[in-house]
């Protein structure tokens, strides 16, 4: 269930798996919220950490690969720097991956105090999405599209439920909540990407080839899709602080997307009414990051499952 970032990689894994698989879904690209993903590879608004630093870590290699091995072109390596306001630990998945470094004092921007720099996948989404969903058919996927209004109308060996936000109302899980990211796309490099990650503070410049996205808002609650000037404002003064030569009148568009949060994504099995399901939803803003790590968890869990 689902042709978001989660439903396609699991889709396509169960497939090389020698699985049949159809995806249900009630939208697909390019109108799921993975389409509006900025997209960096990097664990933000994510828990549980003991989990998704592992997960990230094998999207990160996954994208790699598919990045020299199979040529998927809309996927660059980028260097990126995150300024914090306060020294604070390194991230766990920072022993990872290959580049990470502490900021210079030299290289720390006014008001910030700590920094580092990483290097990482960008996946430019409008490329990315279609790639998945070609694959998926050429490995024999099928796609339905229709929307679900309950599991238990849905029979078949294995539900792989990666829903989104979409779980809020069809697995009545009110812990699943939108957390509304606003976003602007320019037509100017900035050279390494600008990130300051902290929720209320939260500021990023991610270059693609194409454009670079600026960002961001992290509005809990919020269902509003449509564009809100003052966070426009809002966002184009962040970006400044970080990216002095912003040059506004470089702007080519906007976007909103809606981050389906939860406390911690919910990646188990369940079995309702002697139906299995694997439930893989809550992905807040690291959908992509952990994607292909989820869907081989989702692997390994049907495996054990269907075993027992
Ligand atoms: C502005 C913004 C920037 C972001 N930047 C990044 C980034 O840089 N890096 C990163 O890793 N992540 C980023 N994210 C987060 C990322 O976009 C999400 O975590 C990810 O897209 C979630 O993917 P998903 O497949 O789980 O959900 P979705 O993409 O929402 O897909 C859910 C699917 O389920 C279907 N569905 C839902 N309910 C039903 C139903 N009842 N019946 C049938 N189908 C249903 C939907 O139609 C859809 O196809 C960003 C998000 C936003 C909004």
């Known amino acids: ?66 990045m020299n091995e199979e040529n998927v ?38 008001d910030y105090t700590f920094g580092w720099e990483l290097e990482a996948p960008v996946i430019e989404m409008h490329i990315y999405m279609p790639w998945l969903m070609s694959r998926f ?22 539900i792989v439920n990666c829903c989104g936000l979409g779980a809020n109302e069809l697995c009545n899980d009110k812990t699943v909540v939108p957390v509304r990211g606003q976003i602007i796309y320019i037509k100017q490099d900035p050279g390494f990407g600008r990130f300051d990650q902290k929720p ?15 960002g961001g808002t992290a509005q809990v609650g919020d269902w509003t899709m449509e564009t809100r000037d003052e966070d426009t404002q809002l966002i184009l003064e962040k970006c400044e602080a970080l990216w002095p030569e912003l040059d506004r ?7 909103v997307g809606l981050r389906p949060s939860r406390d911690e994504v919910r ?3 369940e079995i309702k009414n002697k ?10 803003g690291a959908g992509v990051t952990l994607s292909w790590g989820c869907a081989d968890e989702v692997v390994r869990l049907i495996d054990l499952n269907m075993r027992t």
């Open 1 to 66: 269930m689902g042709a978001g970032v989660s439903g396609l990689s699991c889709g396509i894994r169960l497939l090389e798996q020698g699985h049949s698989v159809t995806i249900i879904s009630e939208f697909i690209s390019p109108n799921t919220v993975s389409d509006t993903a900025a997209a960096w590879w990097y664990p933000f608004l994510v828990e549980p950490i003991n989990k998704t630093n592992k997960w990230s870590a094998e999207t990160f290699d996954e994208l790699v690969r598919l």
């Open 73 to 110: 072109d809309c996927i660059t390596m980028r260097k990126g720097r995150e300024y914090l306001k306060e020294k604070e630990e390194v991230p766990g998945w920072s022993e990872y991956i290959p580049h990470f470094r502490i900021l210079n004092d030299e290289e720390i921007i006014q």
């Open 137 to 158: 058919k050429k490995l024999g996927g099928e796609i339905k599209i229709m929307k679900i209004e309950n599991l238990d109308s849905v029979s078949t060996e294995v």
């Open 200 to 214: 209320d503070t939260l500021t990023y410049t991610i270059p693609r080839r194409d454009v670079t996205v600026l």
């Open 249 to 255: 009148t470089k702007i080519v568009g906007h976007g």
């Open 267 to 269: 990646l188990e099995s």
């Open 275 to 284: 139906q299995l399901i694997i439930h893989n939803y809550g992905h807040g």
